[in-house]
């Protein structure tokens, strides 16, 4: 059975710096590709950025030069690495990740179950 765990959210003020992670857990998957998103109050969820492996990465205009995504395959760990935070980051991030199964060579994706960041000015 997989499990998903996100951690690293908290409050943090402007221009601060939040390492958020999302650890995968179980037997016989490799962590392929990850996408972070966001979901404001009273807004859409929103992608913040997205990488796979042999991929190139993209990130939200918003985001660029500020979040770096990376993922450690030995570690099955998926990071976002955010700096220079604004008041308008304030958000639940949320992960979404490509598992690699072994047993099935199948990809699937999961969400894990989201952490609040919130940025005071």
């Known amino acids: 059975q997989v499990q998903l765990v996100e951690s690293g959210g908290g409050l943090v003020q402007a221009v601060g710096s939040l390492r958020l992670a999302c650890a995968a857990s179980?037997?016989?998957?490799?962590?392929?590709?990850m996408g972070w998103y966001r979901q404001a109050p009273r807004k859409q969820r929103e992608l913040v950025a997205a990488?796979?492996?042999?991929?190139?990465?993209d990130y939200a205009d918003s985001v660029k030069g500020r979040f770096t995504i990376s993922i450690d395959t030995a570690k099955n760990t998926g990071y976002l690495r955010m700096n220079s935070l604004k008041p308008e980051d304030t958000a639940v991030y949320y992960c979404?990740?490509?598992?690699?199964?072994?047993?099935?060579?199948?990809?699937?994706?999961?969400w894990g179950q989201g952490t609040q960041v919130t940025v005071s000015s």
């Open positions: 979404n990740v490509g598992l690699y199964y072994r047993d099935t060579r199948t990809t699937r994706f999961a």
């Open positions: 179980g037997i016989g998957i490799s962590m392929n590709a």
């Open positions: 990488f796979s492996i042999g991929c190139s990465t």
